[in-house]
């Protein structure tokens, strides 16, 4: 359907949101997940499941639907700043879930291919990737490195419904996606009613803010920027994070200020500070020594290889290696009395979740690195738990031995490329 009427609204979608898929989408729901407001768990929820979809289903479709109010917690961003997540109840996940299964597969058709975040099938390690072919194809170039300014949590929400509402014009849709941004925040006992932003946490979130980033600025860049610029340029966007790679200087500096009043007028701001034009040329064009940019969690440069040329590295950025290994040590310390048992299986999971978004090609020597921080890290906690009993010596034959940490492994794109001597 999505295909048959692309660029037009689609008026008829509220008749799929049946019981059965009312069922699949919880079916769908995180298990794991957090109590909302009401303090009702999945499993809670799932004791009288027919029942309870079915007065769903009944609301939503006769108008009686409240969104509830969303509980507002927060969390570590970096050392010194945190990220508001918002927890909606179980019942609102459940048809945040049904409505997203509804969307997606129409936005899918209408997302371009430089968008990769929340998407499926789409991965940062695809973006990453596109990244390092388009910028080895064009020998590098004038990277534009965006930072948009708590982009979830100042989207307009007018506009959002605006633009929704060019591609969905069915009624019951629309008034739900209204009625959850228009939900009140529980914090700390107190009630706010946010007049912009999409709560980060709620499951419609991800995909409401890549429909405003597409109009806003994919299709914008496509369709407006990209037809008049005398040289190549290309964007990559994960969710609100996105650069340009720009073959021109002068044309890499005028889209900063084309951006800046682009986001302007939808209500969204550019970090001044935070966003920069990257002398990204490849060392042989420019005869310097090229400046490196972030995206994504790694740090991008121009690596040596064996052959005498050049090739576009990764490696993890430097502040998200101490933010992750600071948050380690603290969990060492605070569980250092635990069964040494309990303490290598968390800690053994920790590494290889690590390994599993950092360890790609290229980017040996920081995994390296970050086990035997980690491995540092634990032994320091240890011998002041057991000083009395066991000596350094003692702690790291430990570490060593039936307590090791999985060791350090690629786990994406295993090929090292010919020549390359950065590991």
């Not at 990277?143 to 989207?155: E, L, R, S």
């Not at 849709?173 to 932003?197: H, N, T």
């Not at 200020?257 to 990257?278: Q, S």
């Amino acid at each position: 359907m999505a295909r048959k009427y692309v660029g037009s609204p689609i008026t008829t979608l509220n008749h799929h949101l049946d019981q059965l898929w009312l069922y699949e989408a919880y079916r769908r729901v995180r298990r794991d997940g957090a109590p909302g407001i009401d303090g009702q768990t999945v499993a809670d929820y799932g004791r009288d499941l027919d029942a309870n979809l079915k007065d769903l289903w009944e609301r939503v479709h006769s108008g009686r639907y409240r969104a509830p109010l969303v509980k507002r917690v927060h969390i570590p961003k970096n050392e010194t700043e945190t990220r508001p997540i918002g927890i909606p109840t179980v019942e609102n996940r459940v048809l945040e879930r049904a409505v997203q299964m509804l969307l997606e597969p129409i936005y899918e058709v209408d997302f371009l291919d430089c968008s990769y975040g929340f998407r499926p099938g789409r991965s940062p390690h695809d973006a990453l990737a596109a990244v390092r072919e388009i910028v080895m194809r064009m020998d590098g170039g004038w990277v534009v490195d965006v930072d948009v300014k708590q982009y979830f949590d100042t989207i307009p929400h007018q506009q959002l419904r605006d633009i929704v509402s060019r591609r969905i014009r069915d009624g019951v849709i629309e008034r739900l996606i209204a009625k959850w941004l228009k939900a009140g925040v529980w914090e700390d006992g107190q009630v706010s009613y946010p007049e912009a932003g999409t709560p980060q946490g709620g499951v419609i979130s991800p995909l409401l803010s890549n429909i405003y980033l597409h109009e806003v600025l994919d299709r914008w860049f496509m369709e407006t920027i990209r037809p008049k610029l005398q040289g190549k340029a290309e964007l990559i966007r994960f969710a609100d994070d996105f650069i340009v790679i720009c073959e021109r200087q002068d044309e890499a500096l005028a889209l900063v200020a084309e951006l800046r009043t682009r986001f302007t007028a939808h209500g969204l701001t550019i970090h001044p500070e935070k966003t920069r034009v990257v002398d990204f040329r490849h060392p042989w064009k420019s005869g310097q020594v090229p400046q490196t940019f972030d995206f994504l969690g790694f740090t991008h440069y121009w690596g040596k290889t064996q052959r005498g040329g050049y090739a576009v590295t990764r490696q993890t950025r430097g502040k998200k290696l101490h933010a992750v290994l600071s948050r380690i040590r603290a969990w060492c310390k605070a569980h250092r009395h635990d069964r040494l048992s309990d303490q290598h299986r968390e800690l053994s999971a920790q590494v290889r979740g690590h390994y599993q978004y950092y360890g790609i090609r290229g980017n040996y020597r920081m995994l390296q690195r970050f086990r035997h921080e980690v491995e540092r890290g634990w032994a320091y906690w240890l011998m002041r738990r057991s000083r009395e009993r066991r000596g350094p010596a003692a702690i790291w034959r430990l570490l060593q031995g039936h307590l090791a940490l999985p060791s350090a492994h690629i786990v994406h794109g295993a090929t090292l490329e010919p020549g390359c001597l950065s590991l």
